[in-house]
T-cell receptor, first 112, second 112 residues
């Protein structure tokens, strides 16, 4: 069965510094990949998605992610974070079973 | 604006009582989902429905029930058989497999 691993449960970073949130998935078969953001006591909002085509995907709020098939990774990056980026970030993968499998999340804490 | 409405936002119940969480969408999406979120565990799939009058169990369906009598509505009942019902519950929908899930703002259920 497909699984998603977000190795970092928390990532502290200072404002204006770059950040990378790591995501690895278990299967190399064709997948759809997503990153979502969740602010406290709210639902999840889509940041970006990879379906096919270019391996570098740009999303909202200045985030981007790179699909690496050989390493089965889909890491999320931002060159300069803001205080308002403090939130929980979830990586998710949908495979041919049609279920969307989520990672356990990474809490990004941006300090002034 | 189209979207998913979950109500209520906060819900308190006594142990042993059944409780129903509401989820309504006006996005005209065929598929709807219920997830449970616990700290440090990501999102786990409870039930999903790909079409009216049909639904399937997810990974943690025990102690829960659903119905899908209308396309726009997918209520979740947390029964007294659910051993640990206190959690944040998220409803989502999508139109087709390549599209991301759209989430409601969640219902936080506390059972004492």
């Amino acid at each position: 069965a497909q699984s998603v691993t977000q190795l970092d449960s928390q990532v502290p970073v200072f404002e204006e510094a770059p950040v990378e949130l790591r995501c690895n998935y278990s299967s190399s078969v064709s997948v759809y990949l997503f990153w979502y953001v969740q602010y406290p006591n709210q639902g999840l909002q889509l940041l970006l998605k990879y379906l096919s085509g270019s391996t570098l995907v740009k999303g909202i709020n200045g985030f981007e992610a790179e699909f690496n098939k050989s390493q089965t990774s889909f890491h999320l990056r931002k060159p300069s974070v803001h205080i308002s980026d403090t939130a929980e970030y979830f990586c998710a993968v949908r495979d041919n079973t049609d279920k969307l499998i989520f990672g356990t999340g990474t809490r990004l804490q941006v300090f002034p | 604006d189209g979207g998913i409405t979950q109500s209520p936002k906060y819900l308190f119940r006594k142990e042993g009582q059944n409780v129903t969480l509401s989820c309504e969408q006006n996005l005209n999406h065929d598929a709807m989902y219920w997830y449970r979120q616990d700290p440090g565990q990501g999102l786990r799939l409870i039930y999903y429905s790909q079409i009216v009058n049909d639904f399937q169990k997810g990974d943690i369906a025990e102690g829960y029930s659903v119905s899908r009598e209308k396309k726009e509505s997918f209520p979740l009942t947390v029964t007294s058989a659910q051993k640990n019902p206190t959690a944040f519950y998220l409803c989502a929908s999508r139109q087709d497999r390549a599209e991301p899930l759209h989430f409601g703002n969640g219902t936080r259920l506390t059972v004492t």
